[in-house]
């Protein structure tokens, strides 16, 4: 199994900053791609941005300009930097890894257990 920790949620201002950290462990290898999702109250999950292995990102038209994905391999972390906070960026923000079966080729997801971000003045 991959093990999923993240860190970085919190109480915010509109207007400001936080960076959210992801840090894997576990069954590691074989896995193609990370990201963040993330769901407020009364909402449904909204995939927010992704990375690959080989650092192509991805991002939704709400966090465009404003949110930046980014990785350390070394670390096996994944960081989401969150810039000129919005209260409708209010939610629960999921970190995400998608690893390969070896021989079907399907995709395995692991889900972090959530972070808390607020913005509210």
């Known amino acids: 199994q991959v093990q999923l920790v993240e860190s970085g949620g919190g109480l915010v201002q509109p207007g400001g900053s936080l960076r959210l950290s992801c840090a894997a462990s576990?069954?590691?290898?074989?896995?193609?791609?990370m990201g963040w999702s993330r769901r407020a109250p009364g909402d449904k999950r909204q995939l927010v941005a992704t990375?690959?292995?080989?650092?192509?990102?991805n991002y939704t038209d709400s966090v465009k300009g404003r949110f930046t994905i980014s990785r350390d391999n070394a670390k096996n972390t994944v960081y989401l930097q969150m810039n000129s906070l919005k209260s409708e960026d209010t939610a629960v923000y999921y970190c995400?890894?998608?690893?390969?079966?070896?021989?079907?080729?399907?995709?395995?997801?692991?889900w972090g257990q959530g972070t808390q971000v607020t913005v509210s003045s």
């Open positions: 995400y890894a998608d690893r390969r079966a070896i021989y079907s080729g399907a995709t395995i997801t692991s």
């Open positions: 576990g069954r590691i290898d074989r896995i193609y791609a």
């Open positions: 990375i690959t292995s080989a650092g192509d990102t």
